[in-house]
């Protein structure tokens, strides 16, 4: 279904405060993941702010969705996500990086409220979900499983495992996103292993492809509404994204993959988000 | 074995059936009471035998393909979901192969996943290092929370396999290619996990071994009562994480004279778990390891591999014997070795 006005609002505004966060979690913390957790967030916003059937009150209710953030080093984006989502304080994530913290680099399922699979090790999150997946049919519950994929991260094999089973499976109760940036550590995916022709790998994998713009809403509801709608075969949605989405510096740039910044840098990064979401809550405003 | 004898595992069959055979019927029928077991390989269902769970549950049984990263990876995701996932594969495949995924997904979230490889050890013979597995009690029981296992022979496996299931961790359970000789006679010899069982009292030595040393070391015992007049105790240390401290304490003050058997690497294994102990309680005593000495194993009958390796009750009866000749000081005055 599209997006009310209501929702997208919601939602840029949700994702605008989040983008805020990942800033803030970085300079806390010392150094964080910052590009890939920028390029990944208004896929988790939407997730968690529309899609995900889930009670922060009750974090380990049995029959809630499941959510595995296969890019684990995400959790930059991820812990603040979980946070405004209400599994925790906000204050909590001051602590991040910090000696005997919840919060990591990556996150740890024993250790952080909301957090359903510990993950940071590549390749290691599609495998679980499938396991998820398989395991709610098993239990006949109508769960869905959604899968947060980096793009360099499909160089991994166990990926292909973990497609080829969702395929063999039918697995229309898992839903894999892949954060389409395009950039990995030592430089462009395409340049250092590629993964094009994706799509088509991806449908040669039994796999039905939705590729989105993985920054605009609407395209993103879109792109997951017709994953839930999946009859016959598990769906991919392929989301575009750009590395360092918002933080103007950052877009794009190899070097941002992870760093730190300092007070004038934040300064700067706030500002270059502000500017951004001017234009874009004017857009959906009017 | 016929078709149309049931799952129902018994006595009887311990004696006809191989352990891994045993392990396919008794998850199977334990697979009828407990909802929540599922039933996992990877391209091996037959070979490891739990085609046999498969069979009676085929809606709660995947196969994953010859896929063993993705094998383990699926197994802690349905394990998130509140089953309790059995995954079967060769122990080299199981343990190696997807190692990480083991340490990572279901160790580091210490979830309910058994694992139940076979072929371990040298016990798939002519098929050669790439399908012997000499590594695995070292690899796994450096992961926290796993608990390993390797029973003595296929009433033994039963056991293990039964009592697995209540444990809340991960499980490592490691079986031959299926072809041992049976050491119990009974079932009901009060199997319990993380306790060792003493098959044979004695006072002159203690061997500590797991596996299919149990019963070529009550073979050794036997010998050399009879031809050497020695009082060998053995000790089936089934579990080897978490290790019967008190079990090896005990042995070492009765006997001070200790060597283990094992079908592994002499370096980490079951060895080295009693080394430990031994070393951390400041007490010494006479000791070697029998097992695999830092090689890569050679083809052929597993039998004839384990005289190689001296596995066998007479390259344990050698070992005995050198062991004996050592000379100590022999006062009850443990303190100055302190």
Not at chain 1, 20 to 34: K, L, Q, Y
Not at chain 1, 48 to 69: Q, S
Not at chain 1, 189 to 218: C, I, Q, R, S
Not at chain 2, 7 to 34: F, H, P, Q, S
């Amino acid at each position: 279904m599209a997006l009310t006005k209501e929702e997208r609002q919601k939602l840029y505004a949700q994702a605008k405060q989040l983008r805020n966060d990942i800033v803030d979690v970085t300079s806390w913390a010392g150094g964080a993941h910052i590009g890939g957790g920028l390029s990944v967030i208004d896929i988790l916003t939407i997730l968690y702010f529309k899609y995900l059937r889930i009670d922060p009150k009750n974090p380990c209710w049995e029959d809630r969705d499941r959510l595995v953030l296969s890019k684990g080093h995400a959790a930059v984006a991820y812990v603040p996500v979980l946070a405004r989502r209400g599994f925790f304080n906000v204050e909590e994530m001051k602590t991040f990086n910090k000696f005997k913290s919840p919060f990591g680099m990556h996150p740890d399922s024993k250790k952080v409220c909301g957090c359903d699979a510990s993950t940071g090790s590549l390749g290691h999150g599609l495998p679980m979900a499938v396991g998820m997946a398989l395991g709610a049919r098993v239990l006949g519950k109508d769960i869905k499983v959604y899968c947060v994929l980096g793009d360099g991260e499909c160089n991994e094999g166990s990926i292909w495992e973990a497609l080829m089973a969702a395929a063999q499976f039918k697995l229309t109760n898992l839903i894999t996103i892949i954060d389409r940036n395009r950039l990995m550590i030592d430089g462009p995916t395409e340049k250092v292993m590629g993964v094009e022709p994706l799509p088509d790998k991806l449908k040669a994998f039994g796999m039905e492809v939705v590729t989105v713009d993985g920054h605009d809403m609407d395209g993103l509801s879109e792109g997951i509404d017709k994953a839930l709608a999946g009859k016959e075969k598990p769906v991919v949605v392929l989301a575009n994204t750009v590395k360092g989405k918002g933080v103007n510096f950052m877009e794009d740039q190899v070097p941002w993959h992870y760093g730190s910044i300092d007070a004038a840098l934040k300064e700067k990064a706030h500002g270059s988000i502000e500017k951004m979401y001017e234009a874009i809550l004017k857009g959906v405003s009017s | 074995m016929t078709e149309g004898t049931g799952t129902t595992w018994t006595c009887y069959d311990a004696a006809t059936m191989t352990a891994r055979e045993i392990y396919g019927r008794v998850l199977a029928e334990m697979g009828k009471t407990n909802p929540s077991i599922v039933g996992l390989s990877a391209d091996l269902a037959k070979s490891t035998s739990i085609s046999f769970f498969e069979k009676a549950h085929p809606t709660r049984f995947f196969n994953v393909g010859i896929a063993e990263q993705n094998l383990m990876g699926i197994a802690a995701g349905m394990a998130k979901m509140g089953l309790i996932p059995f995954a079967s594969t060769f122990a080299v495949f199981a343990s190696m192969r997807a190692a990480e995924q083991v340490r990572t997904d279901i160790c580091y979230q210490n979830l309910p996943v058994k694992i139940i490889a076979t072929h371990g050890g040298i016990s798939f013979g002519a098929a050669g290092t790439t399908h012997h597995c000499t590594e695995d009690i070292a690899i796994m029981r450096s992961f926290a929370n796993m608990t390993v296992i390797i029973p003595a022979d296929g009433t033994e496996t039963a056991n293990a396999v039964r009592a697995c299931v209540d444990l809340p961790g991960p499980v490592y359970i490691r079986v031959g290619r299926g072809f041992e000789p049976p050491f119990y006679e009974s079932a009901d010899y009060g199997f319990q996990i993380g306790k060792a069982k003493t098959v044979q009292d004695g006072s002159d030595l203690a061997i500590i071994t797991c596996g299919i040393g149990v019963l070529q070391s009550v073979e050794a015992a036997r010998t050399l009562k009879e031809a050497d007049g020695l009082s060998v105790r053995v000790i089936n240390m089934h579990t080897i994480k978490p290790i019967d401290s008190d079990a090896i304490m005990k042995a070492l003050t009765d006997t001070r004279r200790i060597i283990t058997v094992e079908e592994h690497n002499t370096l980490s294994g079951l060895g080295s778990a009693v080394a430990d102990v031994i070393a951390e309680s400041g007490k010494g005593c006479a000791f070697r390891k029998l097992g695999l000495p830092d090689v890569y194993s050679e083809v052929g009958y597993p039998e004839d591999l384990y005289a190689h390796y001296k596995l066998d009750a007479n390259g344990i009866i050698d070992t005995i014997r050198e062991v004996m000749k050592i000379e100590f000081e022999e006062d009850e005055d443990w303190e100055d070795e302190v």
